[in-house]
């Protein structure tokens, strides 16, 4: 088990910070079953840190000691690694544009994956399914719009859209409309009479 343990610290540290390390990836090394038995020891021991099922990641180590990677990093490279794509939440999309003065508590993602809760260090991340037309912009300006107006929903999204108009390149505003159609029906009318007035 030591020299699996040493194994799989090794391929640890050649991942850049905030690198997930998935038991899948390891199974080079032994059976599914010794793999996690030996990442299970590794995270009680301090060397690793469990952030959800079958993801662990190596602790950033500082001059003040061992600390959890950053948030973004970890859930920008666990979409490259899963193949899903994660932007930041509604809430946290109209306070970055400037809709809202409230910041979000919690850190919650949107994904195109299922919902789950990543743990880093003291940080809870939750990672909520949403349904495609929220991502479709992706991490682009025009996303976060989207996300921000869909958020506000239909009472609060006209009042915003007035703020996103003067906000919002030009490039921004045709990315919206070309993705208008997949919108709720009360969200493509907004972005239509934002495009035609």
């Known amino acids: 088990m030591e020299r699996m343990a040493e194994s799989i610290m090794n391929v640890a540290t050649t991942l850049p910070e905030g690198v997930p390390l998935a038991a899948k990836g390891l199974l080079h090394l032994g ?5 996690d038995q030996t990442l299970s020891r590794l995270a009680a021991r301090g060397e690793l840190i469990r952030a959800g099922r079958g993801i662990y990641m190596r602790p950033v180590q500082t001059r003040f ?18 193949g899903e794509t994660i932007v930041p939440s509604g809430a ?6 400037g809709l809202t003065t409230q910041v979000p508590v919690k850190s919650v993602y949107l994904t195109s994956g299922r919902s789950r809760m990543l743990n880093l260090g003291r940080q809870a991340v939750e990672l909520r399914h949403a349904p495609r037309w929220q991502l479709a912009l ?11 107006l869909a958020w506000l929903g239909p009472d609060e999204a ?3 859209l007035q703020i996103l108009r003067s906000k919002l390149t030009e490039t921004a505003k045709t990315e919206l409309v070309s993705a208008a159609p ?13 495009a035609h007035r």
């Open 158 to 160: 006209p009042k915003a």
């Open 31 to 35: 059976s599914r079953a010794a793999v």
């Open 65 to 82: 000691g061992p600390r959890s990677p950053s948030a973004e990093q970890a859930i920008e490279a666990l979409a490259v690694q899963r």
């Open 182 to 194: 997949q919108f709720p029906t009360w969200l493509a009318r907004l972005v239509g009479e934002m």
């Open 92 to 97: 946290a999309a109209a306070n970055a544009l």
């Open 138 to 148: 992706g991490s682009k300006t025009s996303g976060q719009a989207v996300r921000a």
